[in-house]
């Protein structure tokens, strides 16, 4: 069974960090992406980031599909690269990381991105509009970006009081995290 990862709240130090390129396929990581979806969908986001949920590394996941429909259509991208962009495209956003914050965002409209799939193997995606967006959304947090950088002064200003309480949760929620590992470290059996 896969297990629900804590998602990292705007705020948080990984989530301005540019990520490292996987070098390997192994067992943790594959096991990562299983965590990854689960969370994804668990918290009905359409995409989340590896250091979304604590891991600085270059994987993301989506499924633009499963907001159209029922049925489940997971894309993982490891080590993504943008081949080609073009166009521009607006469109409201939403991060698992900055929750109640809603903004439009302007974006390329259309994505070319090459990545390698959980079987090592080189893919290429295309994109376009709302498709492209969740790509390049995903993507900036690779580089260490979120939805937020991208905000013109006013917008931001306008989300100042929300943001400021989702980074004092951030910081709240690391120092609870810096206590349990003073803790006996044996009790870590749900890993
Ligand atoms: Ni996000």
């Given at each position: ?16 960090k540019v990520a ?11 096991e990562l992406?299983?965590?990854m979806l689960?969370t994804?969908?668990?918290t ?9 949920v604590?891991v ?6 989506c499924d633009?599909e ?5 049925k ?8 993504p690269?943008i081949l080609?962009?073009e ?14 914050v809603f ?10 991105i090459?990545y390698?799939d ?9 994109a376009?509009d709302a ?6 959304h ?5 580089d260490?970006?979120t ?31 810096l ?6 470290p044996?009790?870590?059996?749900s890993k």
């Amino acid at each position: 069974m896969p297990n629900l990862l804590e998602v990292k709240l705007y705020g948080s130090e990984i989530l301005n960090k540019v990520a490292e390129p996987v070098t390997e396929l192994t067992t943790e990581l594959k096991e990562l992406v299983a965590d990854m979806l689960h969370t994804m969908y668990f918290t009905e986001g359409v995409g989340i980031a590896a250091p979304q949920v604590g891991v600085s590394s270059r994987i993301f996941v989506c499924d633009y599909e499963y907001t159209k429909s029922e049925k489940k259509k997971p894309l993982v991208l490891i080590n993504p690269e943008i081949l080609e962009y073009e166009g521009e495209y607006h469109l409201d956003e939403g991060c698992l990381s900055v929750p109640g914050v809603f903004e439009e965002i302007t974006r390329f409209q259309r994505i070319v991105i090459r990545y390698r799939d959980l079987k090592w193997k080189e893919k290429i995606v295309e994109a376009t509009d709302a498709f492209a967006v969740i790509l390049q959304h995903e993507y900036d947090h690779l580089d260490g970006k979120t939805f937020v950088d991208k905000l013109n002064p006013i917008r931001k200003m306008a989300n100042a009081i929300k943001l400021k309480r989702i980074a004092n949760r951030a910081a709240q929620m690391s120092n609870e995290l810096l206590c349990k590992e003073d803790e006996s470290p044996q009790d870590n059996s749900s890993k």
